[in-house]
């Protein structure tokens, strides 16, 4: 496998660096975080001349590093490897495994010449009670499934080639090892049941794993389309389940979140400038692991299509929010949608997801929403036709898929 270069991640490790915080690597399992630490970063470190000695790296799940379980045997360890007064880079992976790690780093603060760094893959590390824990303390680098840019840069084959494959198994790293279609989905099913759901269900002391494993279908089925946790609730006990109460779906919803397995997108009204609290969409932090879910059943690209768009702008840094334009119609009021509200510092985009716009009654269907918007922030609609880029009359931009993906200034055409 071609090296993955994650520069993305790797740029905000060489800003953070030496800012008197604990750097939280944080993300799915298997999405890359300890490659990102290392090599790349203490790469990056040498590269800059920081000695082989200065930096203190434990990969705390092998066995000869059992002993540094203990936190007071891992810290004498640390502070045994402190040479000088210069600055030391100390870099634990899979941190979790030891008892009182909280103890650990809050300590190593204190000491002007370390700079911590940290990862770990279980669910209680990855929840996002670890930035609670070091409120204040910590400084956050989530770490994303490779998004198709990086994917297509370690892909062996073109780029069309390589969307029909990240379409279907996504953008975990090690999928690009996998040699044919049958390893790819076992790996995929198998990650799921034996890493994801398991450490959810330790975690959180899930009693009904059936009730959890229906909900991740649940949502795998209807990625892309708005819902909340009453609606699912009346599904399972329309379905027969009379001993479910909705707090129980509430708490797994939560599960799921704190777990980075989903992400929820709440929906915002954008003429009255405020949030609508119920219905909200949920989408796959990769869509690999939706479509394993579903055992590679419902492939409807329209939807995978929007997931795909919706990470990707997680990815650049945007907040992204579903939207509603409330217009009135022969007396009557109707709310529109849009896709995505991205929001990056003052910067704001209006983003639809459509596979084609083959005519001219389709695309004014297609911008109706931006249209009644009212505003002068740019408005965009994403095809999957690899087309050159150009604007409607009304003055929306229509952007090709790959053109989109790929290119990192692609809003700004």
């Not at 959890?212 to 379905?239: C, H, Q, R």
Request: charged content about 30%; hydrophobic content about 35%.
């Amino acid at each position: 496998m071609k090296v993955v270069k994650r520069d993305i991640y790797l740029n905000k490790l060489i800003n953070k660096r030496e800012n008197s915080l604990i750097k939280i690597v944080t993300g799915i399992r298997r999405s890359g975080k300890s490659y990102l630490l290392d090599p790349l970063f203490t790469d990056y470190l040498k590269s800059i001349g920081v000695k082989r000695d200065h930096i203190i790296k434990l990969e705390l799940d092998r066995e000869e590093n059992l002993k540094y379980h203990d936190s007071k045997m891992l810290n004498e360890y640390i502070h045994s490897k402190i040479k000088d007064s210069d600055m030391h880079y100390v870099i634990l992976d899979e941190i979790q495994l030891v008892q009182g790690f909280e103890y650990v780093l809050n300590g190593l603060l204190y000491e002007k010449n370390i700079d911590v760094y940290v990862t770990g893959s279980n669910s209680k590390f990855l929840s996002s009670d670890i930035i609670t824990e070091f409120r204040g303390r910590g400084d956050q680098i989530k770490v994303y499934p490779f998004s198709f840019s990086e994917f297509v840069t370690a892909y062996d084959g073109d780029k069309y080639e390589a969307w029909n494959d990240y379409v279907v198994y996504g953008g975990l790293p090690l999928i690009l090892t996998k040699k044919n279609d049958e390893e790819k989905s076992q790996y995929l099913k198998e990650l799921f049941e034996e890493t994801y759901i398991k450490d959810i269900r330790e975690r959180n002391n899930i009693q009904r794993a059936d009730i959890l494993e229906a909900l991740i279908n649940m949502l795998a089925s209807s990625v892309g389309s708005l819902t909340n946790p009453k609606k699912i609730y009346d599904t399972f006990i329309s379905n027969g389940e009379k001993e479910l109460s909705i707090n129980t779906i509430n708490s797994y919803l939560s599960a799921l979140e704190d777990s980075f397995i989903i992400n929820r997108s709440d929906r915002y009204d954008i003429k009255g400038k405020k949030y609508i609290q119920t219905p909200q969409k949920y989408y796959f932090s990769d869509v690999g692991l939706r479509n394993a879910r579903l055992n590679f059943r419902q492939q409807e690209e329209t939807h995978l299509m929007e997931n795909i768009i919706y990470n990707e702008l997680l990815v650049r840094g945007h907040n992204v929010d579903v939207g509603v334009v409330e217009i009135r119609e022969e007396n009557n009021r109707k709310q529109l949608e849009v896709d995505f509200v991205c929001n990056l510092g003052n910067k704001r985009y209006y983003i639809q997801s459509a596979l084609a716009l083959p005519n001219r009654e389709k695309t004014i269907q297609e911008q109706r929403p931006l249209m009644n918007i009212g505003d002068n922030f740019k408005k965009i609609i994403v095809v999957k036709d690899n087309i050159k880029s150009w604007i409607t009359e009304e003055g929306i931009s229509v952007i090709g898929l790959q053109e989109f993906l790929l290119n990192k200034n692609s809003l700004e055409l």
